[in-house]
């Protein structure tokens, strides 16, 4: 199964990359045609639609709480976004670092598994989409119009199987579904901690989160636009490269950690299939760095500032046989990048998560070029800036309101000419979660969220409409209203 | 009469106020740091108040789960204390094992938390019982300087673990399974296990040497180990310090001592136990 999304202008937006996001079960068929494209077909719509809530797989695990006797609010400020307390369990392992982290105290009969969905009701809105002049006669032209969809719905589940082995081995096996029950494999690792008798190596081996210090799985976002980081999945119009910093990865990695977790470092090794299992690409790998540091500020909190860095290659050409590329031999590599900084800063109860990131591809991977090909002229490699501020106001532990605006800034175009601000991201979030109750069997929250965002000349990230954007040199608007019931046991 | 009504109830509203109001202003100081229990009042129902209780008496949703049961902050017994037997700790005693966690219990190391949020914690914990404004903190123990482990302190130890029948409830080996060791409860009549020196990695109360000659000297309030404070001198909680520790399974310069002169001796050590009586 292939799928593709047209994107902007006539220009061919690579589907792979909005299934990779997806994580979908069909990886294969996709990378295996990097560079081939066809318009949108008749399953463009719900696949968009799929992406849009898949995406909203998180991580809060009372799995845990369950087997230390801790409420949610001990380790997350609002569940699922860890504190203080949370990241040093995390990074520990998920031990506490007493004598009982071992599954050999716990009753036998304990099984560390949690289960989370968030039925809901949601608006999403868009517009600039290319439609039929006449519903149902495709011939009859294609006019500009606006997507509105609303009703109820349910988000994609999580079931999390996460513990420990043994003492200082632990674990996470995470099967997750889209909202059709599409399951595949958000997260698969084995973890060993405290090698050598110090938090400052563990080992990590499997599908797993990149240690982004504002993490996209356990932020407090669920709508269709809010619920992704644009910073985290944006390519530029006519890029190929499938990389996003939100992805899960497959690979390894070192990390360590001071013994309250505010100082802390990270080093990956990762297969180029942005998570993708089956080795869909080529044998090239990427690697990750990060490194943050908090300090006690007192009344106000725990205040952290941390840098990362991801370099990465993707192939351009591929064996084939019949004309049909071979999945996982890819060559002519190209690079690309992504750096910046992140924090999380405390002012009592308000919390501020300032992110920017800059970024570049190839211009093989801008262009959609392959490697042995000639790249079309005036082609350079694009690059951009992207930052995104957001703020947490928390009422007490059970009553949070956020928001967030986020930018994201081309500033080299892929093909010399291009105007400069074509596939540029305005986006905006508000929402509140309202905890009603708070203990440490299981948790539920009532998620009210609008989200608007603005892309330029493309479609939104979240996938809402057809994929499309009829006018090229004008803004797509696309709203999100959700409210709905996240729960987690 | 309607007058008297309105007096009394203005009476009592401003008594509920004048409390309320003590009960937020109550600051303790913890070395630099002044805790402050109204923001600490914020904090424990974060963190706390699963275990513990919104009325700090140990009765958390989750308390029925967990072994040991939680501190119980109104009686106001504390196990870890650098105070006498059945005085109050200070707020640095609480603020520490806060921060330091119970070893072999449900109770974490908080040291992630900022320092200023574990004091205002330790603030509010001091509200739950009266003895806090009637009695105040004991006075801490002096820990007299330790003199160098050598084998024969650590003999001596050895023997003082026979004469004050430690092994009754530890155990010969300090596995915490002594004779005694399965009659025991603690202050709440909630059965209790004797420490158990051959799986811990650390005291319950600390990880150094001081740590545990602190534990003789003080007892553990609320359970069945008492102070030693009136029947060994100094130096003789030292040599039993020296002692308890060959019996953990961690490389301490007292199992290097231990190890090494063992294969030679073992034949000249008396037993331990019932035997050795």
């Known amino acids: 199964m292939v799928k593709w999304l047209t994107r902007g202008r006539g220009e061919e937006w690579c589907g792979c990359l909005i299934l990779m996001l997806l994580g979908s079960a069909t990886p294969l068929a996709v990378s295996a045609t990097p560079f081939t494209s066809t318009t949108a077909g008749p399953d463009t719509r719900s696949?968009?639609?799929?992406?849009?809530?898949?995406?909203?797989?998180?991580?809060?695990?009372?799995?845990?709480?369950?087997?230390?006797?801790?409420?949610?609010s001990a380790c997350h400020t609002a569940w699922p976004e860890l504190n203080a307390f949370g990241q040093a369990f995390r990074d520990r392992g998920y031990q506490l670092g007493n004598d009982r982290d071992s599954p050999i105290w716990k009753d036998p009969s304990y099984w560390p598994v949690t289960v989370r969905i968030t039925p809901n009701w949601h608006l999403e809105k868009t517009d600039n989409q290319p439609v039929d002049a006449t519903p149902g006669d495709g011939t009859?032209?294609?006019?500009?119009?606006?997507?509105?969809?609303?009703?109820?719905?349910?988000?994609?589940?999580?079931?999390?199987?996460?513990?420990?082995?043994?003492?200082?081995?632990?674990?996470?096996?995470?099967?997750?579904?889209?909202n059709t029950g599409s399951f595949h494999f958000e997260a698969a690792f084995v973890r060993?901690?405290?090698?050598?008798?110090?938090?400052w190596y563990n080992f990590k081996f499997g599908k797993f989160e990149l240690d982004n210090l504002i993490s996209e799985k356990r932020f407090l976002f669920l709508s269709g636009n809010g619920g992704l980081y644009q910073s985290y999945h944006f390519v530029p119009v006519g890029d190929v490269n499938n990389f996003g910093l939100g992805d899960n990865q497959i690979g390894m990695e070192m990390a360590g950690h001071s013994k309250n977790s505010y100082t802390r470092y990270g080093v990956a090794v990762l297969s180029n299939t942005d998570g993708d299992v089956g080795l869909t690409t080529g044998q090239s790998y990427d690697a990750f760095l990060?490194?943050?540091?908090?300090?006690?500020?007192?009344?106000?909190?725990?205040?952290?500032?941390?840098?990362?860095?991801?370099?990465?290659?993707?192939?351009?050409?591929?064996?084939?046989?019949?004309?049909?590329?071979i999945p996982g031999t890819g060559t002519d590599n190209k690079s690309f990048y992504r750096v910046g900084l992140s924090g999380d800063f405390f002012f009592g109860s308000f919390e501020l998560l300032p992110f920017f990131m800059h970024a570049s591809d190839d211009a093989y991977l801008g262009t959609g070029t392959p490697g042995s090909g000639t790249l079309p002229a005036g082609a350079q490699s694009p690059a951009w800036n992207s930052a995104f501020l957001e703020a947490h106001y928390y009422v007490n532990p059970q009553f949070v309101f956020t928001g967030r605006y986020e930018m994201v800034k081309m500033s080299q175009q892929a093909i010399a000419g291009t105007p400069s601000d074509l596939g540029n991201i305005n986006a905006v979030s508000l929402g509140w979660r309202w905890y009603p109750i708070m203990f440490s069997r299981g948790g539920l929250a009532w998620h009210t969220e609008f989200s608007l965002a603005q892309t330029k000349g493309a479609p939104p990230l979240s996938g809402n409409g057809v994929g499309g954007v009829f006018d090229a040199t004008d803004w797509v608007k696309s709203y999100s209203v959700f409210t709905g019931f996240d729960f987690d046991f | 009469m309607k007058l008297q009504t309105q007096w009394a109830a203005l009476g009592f509203g401003l008594l509920t106020?004048?409390?309320a109001g003590t009960v937020a202003a109550q600051q303790v100081k913890v070395g630099n740091l002044t805790g402050d229990a109204a923001a600490g009042k914020k904090e424990y129902r974060r963190y706390c108040i699963g275990c513990h209780g919104p009325n700090g008496d140990g009765t958390g949703e989750n308390a029925q789960w967990i072994d040991p049961k939680p501190r119980d902050f109104v009686a106001a017994s504390f196990k870890c204390r650098s105070t006498p037997t059945g005085t109050l700790p200070t707020s640095t005693d609480l603020f520490n094992a806060m921060t330091r966690g119970f070893v072999n219990t449900n109770m974490p190391s908080w040291l992630p938390l900022p320092a200023q949020t574990r004091?205002?914690?330790?603030?509010?914990?001091?509200?739950?019982?009266?003895?806090?404004?009637?009695?105040?903190?004991?006075?801490?123990?002096?820990?007299?300087?330790?003199?160098?482990?050598d084998i024969q302190s650590i003999l001596r130890g050895r023997a003082t673990f026979q004469k004050l029948e430690c092994w009754k409830c530890h155990g010969t080996t300090g596995h915490g399974d002594g004779p005694s060791a399965s009659t025991l409860t603690d202050s709440k009549d909630n059965p209790i296990r004797p420490f158990n020196f051959s799986v811990?990695?650390?005291?319950?109360?600390?990880?150094?040497?001081?740590?545990?000659?602190?534990?003789?000297?003080?007892?553990?309030d609320g359970t069945p180990m008492p102070s030693f404070a009136d029947q060994l001198q100094p130096n003789e909680a030292w040599d039993l310090v020296h002692f308890l520790r060959t019996l953990e399974p961690l490389e301490t310069p007292e199992a290097g001592i231990w190890n090494a002169w063992l294969p030679a001796h073992e034949k000249e050590l008396q037993p331990l136990g019932e035997q050795g009586q």
């Open chain 2, 119 to 149: 004091a205002n914690l330790v603030a509010y914990i001091e509200t739950f019982s009266p003895r806090w404004k009637t009695q105040g903190s004991g006075t801490p123990i002096t820990i007299p300087a330790e003199p160098a482990a």
């Open chain 1, 140 to 178: 009859s032209g294609l006019v500009k119009g606006t997507v509105t969809q609303s009703g109820f719905d349910l988000s994609g589940m999580d079931l999390w199987f996460a513990g420990t082995l043994y003492k200082d081995i632990s674990f996470v096996v995470l099967p997750s579904s889209d």
């Open chain 1, 192 to 199: 060993f901690d405290n090698l050598f008798k110090s938090g």
């Open chain 1, 47 to 72: 696949l968009a639609h799929d992406y849009s809530l898949a995406l909203n797989t998180r991580s809060s695990i009372p799995a845990f709480a369950r087997k230390y006797g801790l409420a949610c």
């Open chain 2, 17 to 19: 106020l004048s409390l």
């Open chain 1, 290 to 325: 990060t490194f943050s540091h908090a300090i006690d500020a007192g009344k106000l909190g725990v205040e952290r500032l941390g840098a990362f860095g991801y370099f990465g290659q993707r192939p351009t050409t591929f064996q084939s046989s019949g004309g049909a590329a």
């Open chain 2, 200 to 220: 811990a990695t650390r005291f319950k109360c600390g990880a150094t040497n001081a740590d545990l000659y602190r534990i003789f000297m003080t007892g553990v």
